[in-house]
């Protein structure tokens, strides 16, 4: 069976798997990335959006939300074509903001079944999780109690958390990891030593998705 290597902080981990039980989903390697005109003719016919001409006039303040180093996203060519165009469109560069959406967590990786089955997330978490107080948002019985919360103090961390939160209560999530399994728990996921030793713990007909690089991936299902 054919070996493959997944992410682990600055490591990675060989996976034998089955082709016949789990495809492997990648990026296309063999693209390029999009050019400034290109990316212009994106901005100029944004999904479900009108374009920001119509979005934006001058004296209005402007915030951008990037993706920190750890999302390979195209962040500075974007970000420097989307600042020119707001200048251009009236906006001075003064009332321009820029904050680096860095989250809690470095690059993660999973491998995942259907809705209601099992995610097995690689996730060194070499760093922590950032804030030493994220794990108090676990305290909420459900994600329903921690939205009605936000919803009326909003915070980043805990949309982060209450992100978690839900995916928990959907799938059985097993991670492997660098924190201590207090915490794991905490954050309602199962601590694992071994990817084999979780799919040991599954039926040998389940099947699923390897995503090698997870944060690079957008997967699109057809109807």
């Not at 978490?125 to 948002?137: E, I, N, Q, T, Y």
């Not at 928990?168 to 601590?191: K, Q, S, Y």
Request: hydrophobic share 45%; with cysteine.
């Amino acid at each position: 069976m054919p070996t493959i290597q997944l992410g682990y902080g600055h490591d990675s981990i060989g996976f034998e798997y089955d082709p016949a039980r789990f495809e492997v989903l990648t990026t296309h390697r063999d693209s390029t990335p999009l050019s400034d005109p290109e990316i212009g003719a994106a901005l100029d016919d944004p999904i479900e959006s009108p374009p920001l001409e119509e979005l934006i006039e001058p004296g209005d303040s402007v915030l951008i939300v990037a993706s920190d180093a750890t999302r390979a996203t195209g962040s500075a060519q974007v970000v420097n074509l989307l600042v020119r165009r707001l200048i251009q469109n009236g906006i001075a560069p003064a009332d321009i903001a820029i904050i680096f959406a860095t989250g809690i967590h470095r690059a993660v990786r999973a491998h995942a079944c259907a809705d209601g089955g099992t995610i097995v997330l690689l996730a060194e978490c070499a760093d922590g999780l950032g804030r030493s107080d994220f794990v108090k948002w676990f305290e909420f019985a459900n994600s329903g109690a921690l939205e009605l919360r936000l919803r009326k103090n909003y915070e980043v961390n805990g949309q982060t958390a209450w992100a978690l939160m839900t995916k928990a209560e959907n799938f059985r999530v097993h991670i492997l990891t660098g924190l201590d399994e207090d915490r794991v728990r905490r954050m309602r996921m199962t601590p694992a030593i071994s990817i084999e030793s979780i799919l040991a713990q599954l039926s040998l007909n389940a099947t699923g998705y390897i995503m090698p690089r997870g944060a690079a991936l957008l997967p699109r299902t057809e109807t």
